[in-house]
């Protein structure tokens, strides 16, 4: 009976493996892709592209001849691969010096092999096979299919394009990702991406390595499971880029971030009705505090590279000197008409915020403006337009007496109390007199683009005039009337 027992246990085991093995071999792309992620630790980003749909939102359709074109492009394709499903990728360090990844990988759901086969064939590729996958390899591309899925994998110089995709192939039949990883993967936009942080560090070939033992397990317990997520949609009149700091509040208090800052940057501003600005708020300290225990090394190189009366100044100071010299306030503004902005009559107001040492940078200041401006009080006046009023807290600088606080458009929300802001109001200035490259005219149909940052993340908005269609298709609109006005210009 204990034989029969044994003998049977072994045969349920057998029998779950083999069942295991087989569903692992016949996971979708993001399955794959998730157990890649999860159990390759050089993978360092990975998400993915909703190609077909960004490319519907085009609206490529609208347009005659092109239509037809593309679709039986679409179709042909379509057949073998299922192109209404996002395309998924992973990224593995460590990166080169200049910043080319290991290798790259991109999983796409199949329909059907022989399909896929035959058009690839048109195309003069002839697949190869081993086992169950079929695969081709071409310089630095490679690619393979088995079951339902198909890999590319990118690499640069000298590799074994077979043993490459086979154990690609092998990568994906481990446990899936979770937590984070998993979210971002699953996250529905027209682009998505996650970094992990974490890994990035780990794999790292830059000043990180150099750190002494204390400092990089620090480090280490900072980013573990840190994740950025960015994703990217295009909506009707508007694309919409945003990053989400998925870490604890502890990196985040390390870190250089200074939010809720109020109007405190606006205020110091004049100028009126603003069409661009520009503004920071960083707590310099942490920042000093960070790049001193972390990036040592770029901390040597910057103060090598400053002036040797600067650096003696600075290290005259103390600990935080230039925390000390600056309050970490920065802000610009573009103000006056901004459709004759590009000619002469350029305004602006800026400020920059000085800390409890402040008088050293004012004194420097007020001595390079000593004998080519006049001075009024604490006011310079250079040229004809510049006023510079410097003070121990800060120095101003407008291009005109501007007796106006400077406000920005309503649509701007909360400019200057992140730790960073900026914006363009294109709706305000004659495109026309920038006498652009055709290729960027297309600015012609954008209202604003406004970014913020801040400790959570940040958020890009482009905003077009018109509302009702989305901006792909406005894009394409407005590249497709061009070129034909250009040929109806050359007679054709």
Same mark, same amino acid.
């Not at 996250?187 to 790292?204: H, Q």
């Not at 070939?205 to 960015?230: G, I, W």
């Not at 990196?251 to 004049?270: C, R």
């Not at 510079?388 to 458009?409: D, F, H, L, R, Y």
């Given at each position: 009976?204990?034989?029969?027992?044994?003998?049977?246990?072994?045969?349920?085991?057998?029998?779950? !493996?083999?069942?295991?093995?087989?569903?692992?071999?016949?996971?979708?792309?993001?399955?794959?892709?998730?157990?890649?992620?999860?159990?390759?630790?050089?993978?360092?980003?990975?998400?993915?592209?909703?190609? +077909?749909?960004?490319?519907?939102?085009?609206? /490529?359709?609208?347009?005659?001849?092109?239509?037809?074109?593309?679709?039986?492009?679409?179709?042909?394709?379509?057949?073998?691969?299922?192109? %209404?499903?996002?395309? /998924?990728?992973?990224?593995?360090?460590?990166?080169?010096?200049?910043?080319?990844?290991?290798?790259?990988?991109?999983?796409?759901?199949?329909?059907?092999?022989?399909?896929?086969?035959?058009?690839?064939?048109?195309?003069?590729?002839?697949?190869?096979?081993?086992? %169950?996958?079929?695969?081709?390899?071409?310089?630095?591309?490679?690619?393979?299919?088995?079951?339902?899925?198909?890999?590319?994998?990118?690499?640069?110089?000298?590799?074994?394009?077979?043993?490459?995709?086979?154990q690609a192939f092998k990568a994906t039949e481990?446990?899936?990702?979770?937590?984070?990883?998993?979210?971002?993967?699953?996250?529905?936009?027209?682009?998505?991406?996650?970094?992990?942080?974490?890994?990035?560090?780990?794999?790292?070939?830059?000043?990180?390595?150099?750190?002494?033992?204390?400092?990089?397990?620090?480090?280490?317990?900072?980013?573990?499971?840190?994740?950025?997520?960015?994703?990217?949609?295009?909506?009707?009149?508007?694309?919409?880029?945003?990053?989400?700091?998925?870490?604890?509040?502890?990196?985040?208090?390390?870190?250089?971030?200074?939010? +809720?800052?109020?109007?405190?940057?606006?205020?110091? *501003?004049?100028?009126?009705?603003?069409?661009?600005?520009?503004?920071?708020?960083?707590?310099?300290?942490?920042?000093?505090?960070?790049?001193?225990?972390?990036?040592?090394?770029?901390?040597?190189?910057?103060?090598?590279?400053?002036?040797?009366?600067?650096?003696?100044?600075? *290290?005259?100071?103390?600990?935080?000197?230039?925390?000390? *010299?600056?309050?970490?306030?920065?802000?610009?503004?573009?103000?006056?008409?901004?459709?004759?902005?590009?000619?002469l009559e350029f305004q602006f107001s800026s400020?920059l915020g000085l800390g409890q040492k402040g008088?050293?940078?004012?004194?420097?200041?007020?001595?390079?403006?000593?004998?080519?401006?006049?001075?009024?009080?604490?006011?310079?006046?250079?040229?004809?337009?510049?006023?510079?009023?410097?003070?121990?807290?800060?120095?101003?600088?407008?291009?005109?007496?501007?007796?106006?606080?400077?406000?920005?458009?309503?649509? !701007?929300?909360?400019?200057?109390?992140?730790?960073?802001?900026?914006?363009?109001?294109?709706?305000?200035?004659?495109?026309?007199?920038?006498?652009?490259?055709?290729?960027?005219?297309?600015?012609?149909?954008?209202?604003?683009?406004?970014?913020?940052?801040?400790?959570?993340?940040?958020?890009?908005?482009?905003?077009?005039?018109?509302?009702?269609?989305?901006?792909?298709?406005?894009?394409?609109?407005?590249?497709?009337?061009?070129?034909?006005?250009?040929?109806?210009?050359?007679?054709?």
């Amino acid at each position: 009976m204990k034989k029969l027992a044994l003998s049977f246990t072994l045969l349920v085991g057998i029998v779950l !493996i083999s069942s295991c093995s087989g569903k692992a071999k016949d996971r979708n792309a993001v399955d794959a892709t998730s157990a890649l992620v999860g159990n390759n630790e050089n993978i360092v980003a990975f998400g993915h592209v909703a190609l +077909n749909t960004i490319l519907t939102e085009t609206g /490529y359709k609208s347009i005659p001849k092109v239509n037809v074109l593309l679709e039986s492009i679409i179709s042909k394709w379509k057949a073998g691969i299922a192109i %209404d499903n996002p395309v /998924y990728y992973a990224i593995e360090a460590p990166f080169d010096e200049n910043g080319n990844p290991k290798t790259v990988y991109a999983m796409l759901d199949l329909n059907n092999q022989d399909s896929l086969k035959a058009v690839l064939s048109e195309m003069g590729y002839s697949m190869e096979k081993d086992g %169950d996958i079929s695969y081709f390899q071409e310089n630095d591309l490679t690619f393979g299919m088995r079951n339902k899925l198909l890999i590319f994998v990118s690499r640069g110089g000298e590799y074994d394009g077979k043993a490459l995709i086979k154990q690609a192939f092998k990568a994906t039949e481990g446990d899936l990702s979770s937590g984070k990883a998993e979210m971002i993967l699953t996250k529905k936009s027209d682009l998505v991406s996650g970094l992990n942080i974490e890994r990035l560090f780990k794999t790292s070939n830059t000043d990180l390595s150099k750190l002494d033992e204390k400092k990089k397990k620090e480090l280490e317990r900072l980013t573990t499971d840190a994740f950025t997520q960015v994703t990217l949609n295009f909506e009707n009149g508007k694309i919409l880029l945003e990053s989400k700091n998925l870490f604890s509040d502890e990196l985040k208090d390390v870190l250089f971030f200074k939010d +809720n800052n109020g109007k405190n940057i606006l205020n110091q *501003l004049s100028g009126g009705d603003a069409w661009a600005g520009f503004a920071m708020n960083l707590d310099l300290r942490k920042a000093e505090d960070f790049i001193q225990n972390y990036m040592p090394e770029t901390r040597k190189e910057l103060m090598q590279e400053l002036p040797e009366e600067i650096r003696f100044a600075l *290290l005259g100071l103390g600990d935080h000197p230039v925390a000390k *010299l600056f309050s970490g306030q920065l802000g610009a503004v573009t103000t006056g008409d901004a459709k004759s902005a590009m000619g002469l009559e350029f305004q602006f107001s800026s400020f920059l915020g000085l800390g409890q040492k402040g008088e050293m940078v004012k004194k420097i200041v007020d001595e390079q403006l000593t004998g080519i401006a006049k001075k009024e009080g604490d006011t310079f006046s250079v040229g004809e337009s510049l006023k510079v009023k410097t003070s121990n807290s800060g120095i101003v600088a407008n291009s005109m007496t501007q007796e106006k606080a400077a406000n920005v458009p309503s649509y !701007i929300k909360d400019f200057g109390e992140d730790s960073f802001s900026f914006f363009i109001a294109f709706d305000k200035i004659d495109i026309a007199s920038l006498e652009l490259e055709d290729e960027y005219k297309v600015i012609e149909i954008l209202k604003y683009l406004s970014f913020h940052m801040d400790r959570e993340g940040s958020q890009l908005i482009i905003e077009a005039k018109k509302k009702d269609k989305n901006i792909l298709n406005q894009i394409l609109d407005f590249y497709t009337n061009s070129l034909m006005e250009q040929i109806s210009g050359m007679g054709i």
